[in-house]
């Protein structure tokens, strides 16, 4: 079992950062891919970036390329989402999920991950 918690969520203008958290529980953190989704009001959770367990494989969404930065801290249990540039179409509830996924293609999916965090709130105003 993989308990997910998410923090650093909040509110800032077009333009600003944010740094989300994601602590998981667990010995085996580092053997879980972990990814970053996105669900804004009446639209359908979509995928924002994942890293597979290794490090060797980084994925992004196209609308989040070169704003973006998902990294890890296997000694701390923690996956980061460090979102530059933000803007008003960023506003969602973030969740980030872990499982063990081993395949690129894999990586991009809701159903890849086994867990869930409760999700974090990040509103980008203009």
């Known amino acids: 079992q993989v308990q997910l918690v998410e923090s650093g969520g909040g509110a800032v203008q077009a333009g600003g950062s944010l740094r989300l958290s994601c602590a998981a529980s667990?010995?085996?953190?580092?053997?879980?891919?972990m990814g970053w989704f996105r669900q804004a009001p009446g639209k359908e959770r979509e995928f924002v970036a994942a890293?597979?367990?290794?490090?060797?494989?980084?994925l992004y969404a196209d609308s989040v390329k070169g704003r973006f930065t998902i990294s890890r801290d296997n000694a701390k249990n923690t996956v980061y989402l460090q979102m530059n540039g933000l803007k008003p179409e960023d506003t969602a509830v973030y969740y980030c999920a872990a499982g063990r996924v081993y395949t690129r293609l894999v990586l991009t999916t809701i159903t890849g991950y086994e867990y869930w965090g409760q999700g974090t709130q990040v509103t980008v105003s203009s």
């Open positions: 890293r597979d367990w290794s490090g060797g494989t980084i």
């Open positions: 667990g010995r085996t953190f580092s053997l879980y891919s």
